[in-house]
């Protein structure tokens, strides 16, 4: 392969995860959730009470724009704040009620998604390609430094 080939795996890994995010962005746009604010939504469901900090590690992206985003978001019902108990100077990230009702909602569409991006696939392929991601992903882990 050379870098001319369409077919180049990483091409063609980047191509599939970019156009997953499209079609999953054009089906939840109905929800009125940006990708940024669907992505917190998201990080904020899987690790509810993390600080901004890490909400901005999670997201990657600096800590003022993290802010800015989470100021929005909550002026508009999507997240509250909440003292941390332990240090008054942190605040702990929670989804609202109708945020994690718009989740529940988001999740639906993104299992839709999957299920038809992989529609070509037996339900074998689906259970190898799963397992093989997992397996890349877990040696880009380890080659990152980060914790899977």
Not at 79 to 89: F, N, P
Not at 100 to 127: C, F, N, P, Q, Y
Not at 133 to 146: S, W
């Amino acid at each position: 392969m050379n870098p001319d080939d369409d077919g180049y795996i990483g091409y063609m890994l980047s191509d599939v995860a970019r156009l997953i995010r499209t079609v999953f962005d054009r089906r939840v746009r109905k929800l009125g959730l940006t990708r940024a604010q669907w992505l917190v939504l998201t990080r904020l469901h899987r690790r509810p009470g993390s600080s901004q900090t890490e909400l901005a590690d999670m997201l990657e992206i600096d800590r003022a724009s993290a802010g800015r985003m989470i100021d929005r978001m909550e002026k508009a019902g999507w997240l509250e704040r909440r003292a941390d108990e332990g240090d008054r100077r942190i605040n702990r990230l929670y989804l609202t009620s109708g945020a994690r009702k718009s989740h529940a909602r988001m999740w639906k569409i993104a299992e839709a998604t999957v299920d038809d991006a992989l529609g070509a696939l037996s339900e074998r392929e689906r259970e190898e390609f799963t397992r093989m991601t997992a397996q890349v992903k877990g040696r880009l882990q380890a080659l990152a430094g980060a914790t899977p």
